[in-house]
Nanobody, 124 residues
Framework: QVQLGESGGGLVQPGESLRLSCAASGFTLDDHTIGWFRQAPGKEREPVSCLASSDGSTYYSDSVKGRFTTSRDIAKNTVYLQMNNLKPEDTAVYYC?????????????????WGQGTQVTVSS
């Protein structure tokens, strides 16, 4: 059974860090491009980052560039999103998604698998 699941969300204060995990079962994450997305209350889901399966290149939205880093652990079949210097505007449900296409740039509805999401709340 193919599954994708996020973990690591929580409540933190501004300036703190969190690391989200995206674990796969039933397929190999390394064969897929992995996107991280987030959806804040009342807003549309937006892309946060992307890790291309072709060459490991990464892309970040302007709002998180320099603060967030995505990486993968092939042995654990897991992709991570390290989030540093979190801000209240980062509060959202974060999703990971897997795309069979080897490079970043796919539209959200082109991704093959989605996790259930994990809540990140940044508040003092």
């Amino acid at each position: 059974q193919v599954q994708l699941g996020e973990s690591g969300g929580g409540l933190v204060q501004p300036g703190e860090s969190l690391r989200l995990s995206c674990a796969a079962s039933g397929f190999t994450l390394d064969d897929h491009t992995i996107g991280w997305f987030r959806q804040a209350p009342g807003k549309e889901r937006e892309p946060v980052s992307c890790l291309a399966s072709s060459d490991g290149s990464t892309y970040y939205s302007d709002s998180v560039k320099g603060r967030f880093t995505t990486s993968r652990d092939i042995a654990k079949n897991t992709v991570y999103l390290q989030m540093n210097n979190l801000k209240p505007e980062d509060t959202a449900v974060y999703y990971c998604a897997a795309d069979h296409f080897p490079t970043c740039g796919s539209f959200q509805d082109e991704y093959d698998y989605w996790g259930q999401g994990t809540q990140v709340t940044v508040s003092s």
